[in-house]
């Protein structure tokens, strides 16, 4: 927290201090980037400060982190982050890929990457005093602020899609929001969101406007450095000449761009401390029917047009994406790229998934498909180590599960039928 200096906008650069601006640049708009003193933090801090924590959650990374330690202990709040990682070998196999491994964001408490954001927002709400925390959402940020919020006892208010999944709803009510189901897109949501909390005096938490989200994310890079580096350890002990391998490249799927944003923050804090060599490759996936932003990278511009988003992965189903400047970014500057996959690719990705014994919903496959279309298109290279992250678990859309698998018989319970299916 002392380490917090300020933002940077996005686009024009100028800085504030971190009391004179809330959510985006007065002047452009643009999305701000969270500035911390990393000379002092330097000072302070080795690696081996961090690594050696115990705390095994986002929050050993506090240190690196624009809040303070949040109240009270274990709670749902204190146990986001800090995802197993699952090596695929025999997805690897298929694919023809030496090394293939898997992030999985479900295993967050509210069982999606959005954990970390909200983790981080909840806390700064609580050190603003914000009576209400207030979001728009597909269905996940929401669940996660709901959650989040309930864990310490703070209002929240939710607005999303009505066409958000029932499971994802039920996820809002359960945690005891107030719940408001908007006629409407998601995008619909969001304006409303920071409409109403202008009116109301509500803390927003909208995904690509609140500046801290994205510092919750780039605890998902810190995660990635520390096992990488023992992953690598194990690597270069069992096969020594690797040295030349490429970088690590890292699969993620994209709606408005925060995620993949705050990735590419952590490893940028890591770079400024000193504390990483080089960049791992970033590569983004987005719904062909929701890819405002592949568009953009591809057609090499920072410009993003607003699609009318249409895909079955909801939570990457944006018109207009909130912080596309920074997702563009991320791939441009890290030697990554974007791919598209359609609604049958997202499903067949499931499928697969599920047979290795994780089951993601539809944006959370989405990296996966992502990363068979690249290697089909010869985006990576076979010896090149993959990192695919799974953002969101398979329970919050079950419907859309159910596509991607035949139903289950029904028989009589007898032994005779049985034998017949078999
Ligand atoms: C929000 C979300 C994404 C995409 O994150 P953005 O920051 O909107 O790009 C991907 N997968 C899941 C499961 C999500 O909930
Ligand atoms: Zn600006």
Redesign the pocket.
């Known amino acids: 927290m002392k380490n917090f200096t300020g933002y940077k906008c996005s686009l024009c650069g100028t800085e504030y201090l971190p009391g004179q601006v809330t959510y985006t640049c007065p002047k452009d708009g643009g999305n701000l980037d969270v500035v911390l003193d990393y000379d002092s933090i330097k000072k302070k801090f080795q690696p081996e400060d961090i690594t050696s924590r115990t705390e095994s959650s986002l929050w050993r990374y506090l240190p690196l982190l624009p809040v303070g330690e949040p109240e009270g202990d274990s709670t749902p709040l204190h146990a986001s982050g800090w995802t197993p990682v699952f090596a695929l070998p025999r997805l690897a196999e298929k694919l023809n890929l030496k090394h293939l491994w898997l992030k999985d964001e479900s295993r967050n408490p509210t069982a999606?990457?959005?954990d970390r954001a909200s983790a981080v927002v909840v806390t700064r709400a609580r050190e603003l005093k914000s009576e209400v925390v207030v979001t728009a959402s597909t269905g996940?940020?929401g669940a996660a602020l709901a959650g989040m919020a309930a864990a310490v006892g703070q209002k929240a208010v939710i607005f999303a899609p009505k066409t958000a999944p029932q499971a994802k709803v039920a996820q809002l009510l359960i945690f005891g929001a107030k719940v408001i189901l908007v006629d409407g897109t998601y995008d619909d949501a969001f304006d409303l969101t920071v409409k109403a909390a202008n009116e109301f005096g509500w803390y927003c938490r909208n995904?690509g406007y609140n500046p801290f989200t994205l510092e919750g994310k780039k605890t998902a890079a810190f995660e990635i450095w520390e096992w990488w580096i023992e992953a690598h350890r194990d690597w270069h002990q069992k096969d020594s000449p690797l040295d030349n391998h490429p970088p690590l490249t890292i699969f993620v799927?994209?709606?408005?761009?925060?995620?993949?944003s705050g990735i590419h923050k952590g490893f940028k804090d890591l770079m400024a401390l000193g504390w990483i060599p080089n960049m791992p490759r970033i590569v983004g996936v987005q719904a062909e029917g929701s890819a405002a932003i592949a568009n953009a990278f591809h057609a090499n511009t920072e410009t993003v047009t607003p699609v009318s988003a249409k895909t079955i992965a909801d939570?990457?189903s944006?018109d207009l994406p909130r912080?596309g400047v920074r997702a563009v970014r991320a791939a441009m500057h890290t030697d990554g790229t974007y791919v598209t996959v359609s609604d049958d690719e997202i499903i067949q990705a499931i499928a697969e998934l599920g047979r290795m014994g994780i089951f993601a919903?539809p944006?959370?496959a989405t990296a996966y498909a992502g990363l068979v279309k690249a290697t089909s298109l010869g985006v990576v290279g076979s010896d090149s180590p993959i990192l695919v992250m799974n953002?969101?678990g398979g329970l919050k859309d079950v419907r859309a599960a159910m596509q991607a698998v035949p139903s289950a018989p029904i028989i009589e319970p007898t032994l005779e039928a049985v034998k017949k299916i078999l």
Not at 253 to 260: A, E, F, K, M, Q
């Open positions: 999606s990457f959005k996940n940020a995904t799927s994209v709606g408005d761009g925060n995620i993949i939570s990457i944006v912080d919903e944006a959370g953002t969101g």
